[in-house]
């Protein structure tokens, strides 16, 4: 996986490679899945009742990079699934709150994450809306969201400390994007495109449809 998928999209970073060598993704994989666990896909994840996904590798690996996590870092991993993204996250050093709609899923994370040993500590599971992030743990290093959103999550933005990044995927008319949002000094925000992406839009991320004439 790192050398077929990560290294040949631009995934650079040692740390980050080396955390995502560490980590069994065939631990974080829906039950019966495990063999599927290093084929370069998204993986629809089970028990919602909106399209759940664990993002593929390479995706994770560019999203997490372009966040430049710091050992001490408190970041929020939202729609976190059965953990992957969490696990990678507490490997490069991160605080981690990971954030599910789903109960049962929630559950299963806490599971795996307590019994995968290259996962690392400092993983804190919640439930709840994803769009409204957590707002009694913020402000947040770095946000990442495991999924597409429709429009700019001006909520989560909201929980970023200055200096921090949102890196989420975007789904447009034409194709999805992946970005990364950067609050600067002030409250204001700055974004750029970092390649080309697409995944389920995440429950709680849909545009709200317009009244027209």
């Known amino acids: 996986m790192v050398d077929c998928q990560l290294r040949t ?8 490679l080396a955390a995502m060598e560490e980590v069994p993704r065939e631990a974080f994989m829906p039950d019966g899945m495990a063999p599927l666990a290093y084929l370069d ?3 629809s994840l089970p028990g919602q009742a909106e399209a759940g996904i664990m993002l593929q590798p390479m995706v994770v690996g560019r999203l997490i990079q372009a966040l430049a996590i710091e050992a001490g870092s408190t970041v929020l991993d939202v729609g976190s699934g059965l953990g992957y993204a ?3 996250l507490a ?3 991160a605080r981690v709150v990971a954030l ?3 109960t049962d899923l929630a559950a299963s994370a806490r599971e795996r994450l307590a019994g995968a040993a290259a996962s690392g500590g400092g993983v804190e599971v919640r439930t709840g809306p ?4 957590v707002p009694e743990r913020a402000p947040f290093d770095a946000i990442l969201i495991n999924g597409a959103v429709e429009e700019r999550p001006a909520t989560l933005l909201g929980q970023l400390a200055e200096g921090g990044r949102l890196a989420c995927l975007e789904s447009g008319a034409a194709a999805g994007r992946a970005v990364l949002h950067v609050r600067v000094s002030g409250g204001g925000y700055g974004s750029r495109s970092l390649f ?3 995944a389920p839009v995440l429950p709680g991320f849909r545009r709200v449809p317009a009244f027209t004439f």
């Open 9 to 16: 999209f631009d995934v650079t970073d040692r740390a980050v």
């Open 41 to 43: 896909r998204n993986v």
């Open 86 to 88: 969490a696990a990678i």
């Open 91 to 93: 490997r490069l050093g």
């Open 100 to 102: 599910e709609a789903d």
């Open 130 to 133: 994803l769009a409204a992030g």
């Open 196 to 198: 080309n992406a697409v």
